[in-house]
């Protein structure tokens, strides 16, 4: 375990990204790209950020919940449940087929790997969805900002979208959830990046009691989806706070990898599918 080079009885969260010597989250000043200590914020004239300057207001995350409240609403029928022709029409879907056509990503119908993201089942569905990326996108996009935030959650969308691709292509499946799942994952790595045990914040125990009601309630809950954005969610957390602040350095190149993963991510369901 290592320890801060300043105070020795501390664990060190992070190592300093000028001179590579680790650092507790007291020695921690933040810069453009990971963070300096107190030596080299000094000797390059290095802006400290405090926490009330990085707090900015959630756009993305209001513009989501939006879209995804507006969408539930315009596609509701009966009983609040969303009408099953849009289901059947803009679900997530690999393969399937209906009145003898095959219908489907794998019929070249690619878009139902975003809309079904942007679909729910019923009030409930929707209520919890958005709940959840409101609290999280409160975390989230002040510290990290909106583009970084915009880019993690498709990406975790388009890891969720593989994980059905993978695990079950021939189930219509609709919601929010694998990118929600996959901005828990983000969070996790970036407590973890900066000496945070996330297990002591909640968002530990969140996960995994997550992840036991999937597999508990995997017939009303998508497996693939879930752990398929949780994981997208965990790769996108350590290469923009961990991997990235100390292998890459510059700041768009590691937003490249990370819309590179979602990329990838959205190309690997087309193929599986």
Same mark, same amino acid.
Request: include cysteine.
């Given at each position: 375990?290592?320890?801060?080079?300043?105070?020795g009885?501390?664990?060190a969260g992070?190592i300093?990204q000028?001179?590579d010597?680790?650092?507790?989250?007291?020695c921690?000043?933040?810069?453009?790209?990971?963070?300096h200590?107190?030596?080299c914020?000094?000797?390059?004239?290095?802006k400290?950020?405090?926490?009330s300057?990085?707090?900015?207001?959630?756009v993305?995350t209001?513009?989501?919940?939006a879209?995804?409240l507006v969408?539930y609403?315009?596609c509701?029928g009966s009983?609040l449940?969303?009408r099953p022709?849009?289901?059947?029409?803009?679900?997530?879907l690999?393969q399937?087929f209906?009145?003898?056509q095959?219908?489907?990503?794998?019929?070249?119908?690619?878009?139902r790997?975003v809309? !079904?993201?942007?679909?729910?089942a019923?009030?409930?569905?929707v209520?919890?969805n958005?709940l959840?990326?409101?609290?999280?996108?409160?975390l989230?996009?002040?510290?990290?900002?909106?583009?970084r935030f915009?880019v993690v959650?498709?990406?975790?969308?388009g890891?969720?979208?593989?994980?059905?691709?993978?695990?079950?292509?021939?189930?219509l499946?609709?919601g929010?959830?694998?990118?929600?799942? !996959?901005?828990? !994952?983000?969070?996790?790595?970036?407590?973890?990046?900066?000496?945070?045990?996330?297990?002591?914040t !909640?968002i530990?125990?969140?996960?995994?009691?997550?992840?036991?009601l999937?597999?508990t309630?995997?017939?009303?809950l998508?497996? =693939?989806?879930?752990? =398929? #954005?949780l994981?997208?969610?965990?790769?996108?957390?350590?290469?923009m706070?961990?991997?990235?602040?100390?292998k890459?350095k510059?700041?768009?190149?590691i937003? =490249?990898?990370v819309?590179g993963? #979602?990329?990838?991510?959205?190309?690997?369901?087309?193929?599986?599918?």
């Amino acid at each position: 375990m290592q320890t801060c080079y300043r105070h020795g009885d501390r664990k060190a969260g992070v190592i300093c990204q000028r001179c590579d010597r680790p650092i507790c989250p007291s020695c921690m000043h933040q810069a453009s790209v990971g963070f300096h200590c107190p030596e080299c914020a000094r000797s390059g004239a290095q802006k400290v950020i405090k926490a009330s300057q990085l707090v900015t207001r959630p756009v993305v995350t209001y513009v989501l919940i939006a879209l995804n409240l507006v969408i539930y609403v315009a596609c509701i029928g009966s009983g609040l449940q969303t009408r099953p022709n849009v289901v059947l029409d803009y679900g997530l879907l690999g393969q399937g087929f209906f009145n003898g056509q095959e219908i489907g990503v794998a019929a070249g119908e690619y878009y139902r790997l975003v809309t !079904g993201g942007f679909l729910h089942a019923n009030l409930i569905h929707v209520l919890m969805n958005m709940l959840a990326l409101y609290q999280l996108g409160l975390l989230l996009e002040s510290a990290f900002g909106r583009v970084r935030f915009a880019v993690v959650y498709m990406a975790s969308m388009g890891a969720g979208a593989l994980g059905v691709m993978l695990l079950h292509p021939n189930d219509l499946t609709v919601g929010a959830s694998g990118a929600v799942f !996959g901005l828990m !994952g983000f969070a996790f790595m970036a407590m973890r990046a900066r000496g945070i045990d996330p297990f002591s914040t !909640g968002i530990g125990g969140t996960i995994l009691i997550n992840v036991v009601l999937t597999f508990t309630l995997s017939s009303y809950l998508s497996v =693939g989806g879930h752990i =398929g #954005g949780l994981i997208g969610g965990l790769i996108c957390g350590w290469v923009m706070t961990d991997f990235g602040p100390k292998k890459i350095k510059d700041e768009r190149a590691i937003l =490249g990898v990370v819309v590179g993963i #979602g990329a990838a991510a959205f190309a690997a369901a087309i193929l599986f599918a």
